[in-house]
């Protein structure tokens, strides 16, 4: 930080005073920072705080507009040079604000999307696109400006409790699926914020954590994402993450804030700390952090001492007051956009349902157990087929007018259920409701509160004569995580109780010559492997929003054809992720909420805890299918799977050199009888080089339009060869070795349909020395 003249300040309130009737223009915003005073500016630089959280500090122009009540922040009104605050709302699974308002009789609720995991799941960015399209149409019909999603850090290990809303292990479906949901946010003139940049990949001591990772890991990985979403999409803002990367708060690092987001990725956009992140207001800002929020008294002395004693330039704090105010001048509110307060639902809850049947993945069906043929009558299993989960807890929780229970998409299907269950499984759950709400804590705490209803003894139920009763058993197993702690190893295992429930509901129905169903309701990868072969069928169907019971309902019947695919390898066991010597497994740290607990511990700094205070990414870029595909090891589910009811033939693979890229394409013609989508992948081996790679990486992909039975497309794919680079730590940049490359089409990471050879030059580019030696 540069020494700094004191004499600015002033200079800015003479101005600032002799200015009246300057008032903030798209074309004026160098004349309004000059016309700023400090206080002012630091004022505009960190947030004005959140509901209900006591800020404890001098608040200077206007504070929290109300505008959006239940709105996560704002931005500070400075009414005499006509700058205005702007409106900062959750996401990521649709905008979350307060349904209900004092002495108002509206209702306020937001359609409730599929959850991130299972949009990515559909493969599809031009379906993400239209989601885009129709939240973003909330969050401008509600007075907003910025939604506060996508969120797509990577799923380094199933057990991360935020897994629900991020979007793969793989960089490039994150990247193209956050690129789209960020087009169809931002096309209707409102902004979004991705996040969290970077490596919040744990939730047990997010504030705290030092992620400790290796340059090449750093860009190849958990960079790579961002920098797609950044490219291809230009997302009004940026969230950094709490944790640490390498001993430097995310927040305050100049390497990832202005080295590679701004110098390498031309980013022109706004950054903004997640809430309460990092602590001291100089050192974000001259790391490029332009806004802090919600803001806290200590950042805000900060910038203000900083200035005064020359350890921070004002330059760069004019810097930052710029790119606020650009954001400030995009925003609906300060274009005066009148808003209705009436968006669409029912056209949105329409999107929703649709888009659900596309993400959830057919893991099994045996003898074309689905759809379901000559079935009136379902016996229904499982507590949350008549408590469905819509979608994970915390920040990205919606507050949605209705959730469908699956129990409620059955019946508006058509079909029957039996009532005898029904009436046990809602006692039961009404007992396990009261005992959950006596366990919830108060405040806060119980946004991020994950323990949901135990499942029913299948013992205590005549199931028998249920599944006698009926055509088909339908099982459902149910998980609910979210933000502020990872999920329990008893999260991902079934326990006994489910194991039974599965095992004895499916001897049944086979003893009484009828098949049973098992539907997953859940937010991150289970344990599949020891049951999978026991029921007829399984159904990936995620969390898919306030219709997912409607939506199941359409693919069970056959009216949708599930045309989701993994974006997650699902292992045998979760320990055999690398990533699993390295994580918090069954740790219980409270969430810090305000308040800086730990200083980017080392493993060296003493009474430092492994995996708490700092996490060591060991396993480099060998995360998901990259680990799991490089040692030849066997899994439950790969990567990219996902069955349909129909089936699909890939035939005329051919590839085609043109200066900077590659062009793959394959003709797929739906071979069975129903209409149905695939997608198609294209995995990459590289040629022996300097550097060690994976055995295969994704670098393309795409989805069919919907086939009839008979019907071809041929699908294009194409790879720009610097896309074939990996990083090189010793030369830092990314080099791409000279040789053939084996390009593999496939219709999953393993299922290869066609092998293809290309021939690629060698090629070096050279980017901004960032994270360029562990600390
Ligand atoms: C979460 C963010 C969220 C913010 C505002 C934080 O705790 O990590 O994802 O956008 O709160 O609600």
Redesign the pocket.
């Known amino acids: 930080m540069k020494k700094l003249l004191l004499t600015i300040p002033l200079a800015g309130m003479i101005l600032a005073s002799c200015s009246e009737d300057l008032k903030l223009r798209e074309d004026n915003i160098d004349e309004i920072v000059a016309a700023m005073t400090l206080e002012e500016k630091a004022q505009l630089i960190i947030g004005v705080g959140?509901d209900g959280v006591d800020l404890d500090r001098p608040v200077v122009g206007s504070t929290n507009s109300g505008k959006v009540p239940g709105a996560?922040?704002y931005t500070a009104a400075i009414e005499r040079l006509g700058i205005p605050s702007i409106a900062?709302c959750?996401?990521p699974a649709g905008l979350?604000i307060q349904p209900k308002r004092e002495n108002d009789n509206a209702t306020y609720y937001c359609t409730h999307f599929p959850i991130g995991t299972l949009l990515a799941s559909t493969w599809d960015q031009e379906l993400v696109e239209k989601v885009g399209e129709a939240m973003g149409n909330e969050v401008l019909e509600y007075g907003a400006d910025v939604l506060?999603?996508p969120?797509l850090n990577i799923h380094r290990n199933p057990l991360c409790g935020?897994n629900f809303?991020y979007y793969s292990e793989d960089p490039i479906v994150s990247g193209k699926i956050a690129a789209a949901y960020v087009k169809g946010i931002q096309s209707n003139g409102v902004g979004t914020?991705i996040?969290?940049f970077a490596f919040?990949n744990q939730e047990t001591n997010?504030m705290g954590d030092n992620a400790i990772i290796s340059t090449r890991a750093i860009r190849e990985i958990y960079l790579k994402g961002f920098e797609i979403a950044v490219k291809e999409a230009a997302p009004w803002t940026v969230?950094s993450?709490?944790n640490y990367i390498n001993g430097d708060y995310d927040s305050e690092s100049v390497d990832l804030l202005t080295n590679i987001l701004r110098d390498d990725w031309k980013y022109a956009g706004t950054v903004m700390t997640?809430?309460?992140g990092g602590t001291d207001g100089a050192r974000q800002v001259h790391a490029g952090n332009d806004m802090l929020?919600p803001g806290r008294q200590g950042q805000y002395q900060s910038i203000i001492d900083g200035v005064k004693n020359g350890t921070l330039d004002i330059a760069e704090v004019d810097r930052n007051v710029k790119r606020i105010l650009q954001l400030v001048v995009k925003s609906p509110t300060f274009k005066g956009y009148k808003y209705t307060n009436k968006p669409d639902l029912t056209a949105h809850a329409e999107i929703t349902r649709k888009s659900a049947t596309e993400g959830m993945v057919l893991l099994e069906n045996k003898d074309a157990a689905l759809p379901l043929k000559d079935v009136k009558k379902i016996a229904l299993f499982g507590i949350t087929a008549y408590n469905w989960i819509a979608g994970g807890t915390?920040?990205?929780d919606v507050n949605r007018a209705y959730t469908v229970s699956l129990l409620d998409g059955l019946k508006n299907a058509g079909f029957e259920t039996n009532p005898n269950l029904q009436k046990a499984y809602q006692e039961w759950n009404d007992k396990e409701q009261k005992r959950l709400d006596a366990a919830r804590p108060e405040g806060l705490a119980g946004l991020m509160f994950t323990e949901v209803a135990k499942e029913l003894d299948v013992n205590t139920v005549d199931y028998k004569a249920a599944i006698a009763d009926a055509d088909v058993a339908l099982i459902t197993i149910g998980r609910i995580s979210g933000?502020?702690g990872d999920r329990k190893v008893e999260d991902f295992e079934l326990n006994t109780t489910e194991k039974e429930l599965i095992q004895k509901v499916t001897a049944a129905a086979h003893a009484a010559g009828k098949k049973a169903i098992v539907v997953l309701n859940i937010g991150g990868v289970i344990e599949t492997a020891s049951w999978k072969n026991i029921p007829d069928a399984i159904l990936c169907a995620w969390q898919g929003g306030q219709e997912g019971g409607n939506s199941v309902a359409d693919v069970l019947s056959g009216k949708a054809n599930p045309s989701g695919k993994l974006t997650m390898t699902w292992p045998v066991n979760f320990r055999d992720h690398k990533s699993s010597e390295n994580f918090p497994i069954n740790v219980e740290v409270p969430m810090a909420?305000g308040k800086n607990p730990i200083e980017g511990k080392t493993p060296e700094t003493e009474g430092a805890i492994k995996n708490v205070d700092y996490t060591i990414y060991e396993e480099g870029i060998y995360v998901g299918y990259r680990w799991f595909d490089t040692q030849k090891m066997a899994v439950s589910y790969p990567f990219g799977y996902g069955k349909s009811y129909t089936t699909f033939e890939y035939s005329n693979p051919t590839i085609t050199s043109e200066a900077d890229k590659l062009i793959v394409t394959v003709d797929i013609k739906n071979t069975g009888a129903v209409e149905g989508k695939e997608i198609a992948q294209v995995y990459v081996t590289a040629p022996a080089g300097t550097l060690d790679k994976p055995a295969q990486e994704l670098k393309a992909f795409a989805k069919t339009k919907s086939l009839k039975p008979g019907e071809s497309q041929s699908l294009k794919m194409e790879i720009k060869t610097t896309d074939l680079a990996s990083f090189d730590e010793a030369k830092n940049a990314w080099v791409v070795d000279a040789g053939e490359y084996t390009v593999k089409i496939g219709a999953s990471s393993r299922d290869i349909k066609a092998e293809l050879k290309a021939n690629v030059a060698a090629s070096t580019t050279n980017v901004s020395k960032a994270f360029m030696a562990q600390k």
């Open positions: 959140m996560a922040g900062l959750d996401g979350r506060l999603a969120a935020r809303e914020s996040k969290h919040n997010r969230m993450s709490y997640d809430w309460f929020q915390g920040s990205g933000e502020g909420m």
